[in-house]
């Protein structure tokens, strides 16, 4: 909202609804257990994603780094990144396994709105490492891990500390976790459908002329 203010002007009465999604119902059989594993997701080809600051530190963390999302360009052209697993796009069931299966999840965002595949990743209990970036640090405030986009050290340092100690990536995860239940899909219901009804009574209060019904054209009085 600052952003559309600054670029377009005062917007009169204007108001954040926050995205949502419903959390996936845990598996009625034994819960999967966590993996020394860092995902990523995002279109590969996005420089906002900034996918490939985390392709290029790859090499350096014990841990593999797997990365889900399209890699063909609208515009013609693949992108292809070294020292990480490109999964390919995934359906929203198939990403959700990995997000089960993840002790991380990091996207080093340049510019990120919102940012859905975290609030995924959160419910899912991952640990979030992300890109320090207002919007980001709006929703998500102390459950994540913030570096600058273009800081590779930082997002090695950041992976590496918590690889190195299980106690904080689990504090991570459960800070996550615990943030993103503000983020579901009723909330965001409930805020546009409490946005429309006073849309509505504000319509209905605005008082229209009274029309006589001998100015209506085939009307009797």
């Known amino acids: 909202l600052d952003r559309l203010r600054r670029h377009y002007g005062p917007l009169r009465d204007a108001r954040v609804i926050a995205n949502g999604r419903t959390p996936p119902r845990p598996s009625t059989g034994a819960a999967a257990a966590r993996e020394p594993l860092i995902l990523s997701a995002g279109r590969v080809w996005d420089a906002a994603k900034n996918i490939s600051t985390l392709a290029a530190v790859a090499p350096r963390l014990r841990w593999p780094v797997c990365v889900a999302g399209e890699q063909d360009h609208p515009d013609g052209g693949r992108s292809l990144l070294d020292h990480v697993r490109l999964l390919g796009r995934l359906s929203s069931a198939e990403l959700a396994v990995w997000f089960s299966r993840a002790s991380i999840y990091a996207l080093p965002a340049r510019y990120e709105p919102f940012g859905l595949s975290v609030l995924e990743a959160a419910q899912a209990g991952c640990a979030l490492v992300l890109g320090d970036i207002d919007s980001l640090r709006e929703v998500w405030g102390d459950a994540a891990i913030y570096v600058a986009p273009q800081d590779a050290h930082a997002l090695e340092d950041a992976l590496q500390r918590l690889i190195a100690q299980p106690a904080l990536l689990r504090r991570q995860g ?29 319509r209905q209060s605005v008082s229209l002329p009274r029309v006589p019904a001998s100015a209506m054209p085939g009307v009797r009085a």
Do not use: K, N, T
């Open 174 to 202: 459960r800070l996550a976790a615990a943030r993103a239940q503000r983020y579901g899909a009723h909330a965001m219901v409930d805020g546009y459908r409490c946005l429309y009804a006073e849309l509505v009574q504000r």
